[in-house]
């Protein structure tokens, strides 16, 4: 018995998949830069250093709940949009570089932890921009202190295993510009970094060196990805299954 695969089937899935990977890509990156915006344009900045003052942290919240639940709203958006992200591209890198599933689902690991990491961030932030929440000075700083770390190096070292992965398996496979694959393990291995701030205040610096870049990576892997394996490149238009 032989079966014919029409092309027609595979080019629609290549499209569908293609669609949400850039979709889910822009969706996450634009809600989070909105996010960052909204909050620079109305309170000077998106979020209060947990590092600060305790009474200029009470007056950023209670100055700003409003506000603070459009952030978090903005964020927790792009929390889902990531893990959407994560999944579709999992799906086309288990299509395109079949040979490395245990890098595979290491990237699967790190999107999913991102994604849930700032989603948790998000759901902290909206808690802390009610009034009755941050009354007491020890709650409002140990609320802070998680929200910071939820959506700062948690988050960030997490997105780092993203990266990292997808760019090992891109260099192995050939799957992106050499540049983008260097640029790409050179923001993995800053935010993988970023845990430090665990020890010291003083790798800070290293949350948004991660955090940013790694928004516009996502978008170009979007685009840039292929869609079928370089081998499969110039292959028949039809494959035939052969069988009893």
């Not at 979020?47 to 459009?70: C, E, I, N, R, V």
């Not at 490395?100 to 990491?117: D, R």
Request: charge should be positive; aromatic fraction near 10%.
């Amino acid at each position: 018995m032989t079966a014919t695969i029409s092309p027609d089937a595979g080019t629609s899935v290549d499209r569908e998949t293609g669609s949400s990977l850039a979709g889910s890509a822009l969706v996450s990156a634009v809600l989070f830069a909105v996010s960052l915006v909204i909050g620079v344009i109305f309170a000077g900045s998106p979020y209060s250093s947990p590092f600060g003052d305790d009474a200029a942290l009470q007056a950023f919240y209670t100055d700003h709940a409003t506000l603070l639940q459009w952030v978090a709203f903005c964020q927790f958006g792009s929390a889902i949009a990531l893990a959407v992200f994560t999944a579709v591209l999992v799906a086309r890198l288990r299509k395109v570089a079949p040979g490395f599933p245990a890098l595979t689902y290491t990237a699967a690991a790190g999107g999913v932890m991102a994604a849930l990491f700032l989603g948790l961030n998000s759901v902290v932030q909206w808690s802390m921009s009610h009034p009755s929440v941050i009354e007491l000075a020890p709650v409002r700083r140990a609320l802070h202190y998680l929200f910071f770390g939820l959506g700062g190096f948690a988050h960030v070292a997490s997105i780092g295993v993203l990266v990292g992965a997808v760019s090992v398996i891109a260099l192995r496979a050939r799957l992106l510009p050499g540049w983008l694959i260097v640029a790409s393990l050179v923001v993995a291995v800053l935010a993988l970094a970023s845990p430090l701030t665990f020890v010291t205040e003083s790798t800070t610096l290293l949350i948004p060196l991660g955090r940013f870049p790694a928004l516009l990576w996502q978008v170009a892997v979007a685009f840039m990805l292929p869609v079928v394996a370089r081998s499969s490149v110039g292959s028949a238009s039809h494959r035939t299954l052969s069988g009893p």
